[in-house]
């Protein structure tokens, strides 16, 4: 029997019906059905989710920090996306 | 990317810890502050596994059923942090398997205090009290680490911990408050850990040679000393209103400073237990490689049992 390493898993919560899952950590599992189990034990021992993803480490794609300057400028230049930017006559409401 | 000096990303760095903007795992980092974070988080890691250990030895003895659920919930919880923690080594590109490996070989440390054997019931009070009590202590400040990823776990580590402590001080308090033979029990508890408590903070600033580049990258917040002041300034009034008495001579209140004055640590044992050779040093690690080495099947059954359901899946 060859001494696999168990793979790498995310584990997502969702800890309550109307929240995104939110990413908590990892755990290692053989496959996907015991990963699930693992995070059940791992990362929710005090009722803190109702829903549960794992997803292999080595699918996860990320943006590189070092470029995060250039990949996220083009929004730091556009004010006018944010209602703020707009002046609004005294005395206006609902808007 | 543009190119950068390895002079210039350093600073670019400190800058990042100075204004506490939290390093995650794919930031460039110093390979000093790496590996720094490695050994201490794998530190962190084999204590709680070791840590398992003396309080798992009382499990099939707590004196009633609530006790014995409260206790296997808690060793429970110490080997999920051992495994919030083991994944955050991961995320500096440690190797699991190494790294446990290295707690087997003798080659990585863990906490001093868990070489001290569990003599009685009372034990599992002076640990859930001192011992998680001066974990707590340490670990809340790391809550504010400058490494993501650990900052995180010691979050989920501290909300989950105490508990540890108050249950371990209810076990206290009752025996207590119990009869006198009980309350000499808990005496004695707290007559053997609460110098290996005080150990626990490490040693004297003076001595304590990773300090300065720690605090400097704020992975660590407060100097061991202050920290082992502040555990003193809590816990003796603890010991007090249930009647104990803190086993040291020279420990007095100083009024002028609002501060508890206690007695030399015998610095010569802390040293021996942190070279192997306290008390249960040996018995600890002999417990764990047996622990890794039975488990094998159990991790080949479980990679046997992933190929054979991909198999039934694809088919």
Redesign the interface.
């Known amino acids: ?6 793979p ?1 898993w995310e584990v997502f919560i969702r800890s309550k019906a109307g929240l995104n899952h939110k990413h908590v ?7 996907a ?2 990963a699930v189990e693992n995070a059940r ?2 990362y929710t ?2 009722s803190e989710g109702i829903s549960i993803w794992v997803v292999e480490s080595m699918n996860i794609h ?1 943006s ?4 995060a300057d250039s990949l996220f400028e083009p929004a730091d230049s556009k004010v006018y996306r944010h209602p703020t930017f707009y002046d609004v006559p005294d005395g206006i409401s609902h808007m | 990317m543009k190119e950068l000096n390895l002079n210039e990303l350093e600073r670019r760095f400190q800058e990042k810890i100075d204004k506490d903007i939290k390093i995650e795992p794919n930031d460039w980092m110093p390979e000093n502050y790496r590996q720094t974070l490695i050994r201490q988080i794998s530190q962190h890691a084999h204590s709680e596994i070791v840590g398992m250990l003396p309080e798992g030895n009382w499990i099939t003895r707590a004196p009633n059923l609530r006790r014995k659920a409260v206790l296997l919930a808690k060793v429970q919880d110490e080997a999920g942090h051992g495994l919030y923690l083991y994944s955050a080594t991961e995320t500096l590109g440690a190797d699991r398997e190494e790294t446990i490996d290295d707690l087997h070989s003798g080659k990585a440390k863990y906490s001093s205090i868990f070489n001290y054997p569990t003599l009685t019931w009372a034990d599992m009070g002076a640990i859930g009290w001192l011992v998680d009590g001066a974990a707590i202590m340490n670990q809340v400040p790391l809550c504010r680490c400058s490494y993501g990823p650990y900052a995180r776990a010691m979050v989920r580590v501290c909300k989950e911990e105490s508990f540890h402590q108050r249950q371990g001080f209810e076990i206290m308090t009752t025996l207590a408050n119990g009869t006198p033979e009980q309350k000499a029990m808990a005496q004695d508890a707290l007559n053997r850990f609460w110098w290996p408590a005080l150990m626990m903070f490490g040693p004297n600033d003076a001595d304590s040679k990773h300090t300065e580049q720690s605090m400097r990258w704020k992975i660590k917040r407060h100097s061991n000393d202050e920290l082992r002041q502040q555990f003193v300034d809590v816990t003796v009034p603890q010991a007090e209103m249930i009647g104990l008495t803190v086993p040291d001579k020279d420990l007095k209140f100083n009024e002028q400073t609002g501060h508890y004055e206690y007695g030399e640590i015998n610095w010569d044992e802390f040293w021996e237990v942190v070279k192997g050779n306290g008390p249960c040093n040996k018995d600890r690690i002999d417990v764990r490689r047996k622990a890794k080495e039975d488990g094998e099947w159990v991790r080949e059954a479980a990679n046997a049992f992933a190929e054979k359901r991909a198999r039934k899946k694809s088919a």
Do not use: Y
């Open positions: 029997m060859s001494k696999k390493e168990w790498l950590g990892s755990l290692r599992a053989a496959d059905t015991m034990d791992v021992r005090r990320a590189d920090p070092a470029e």
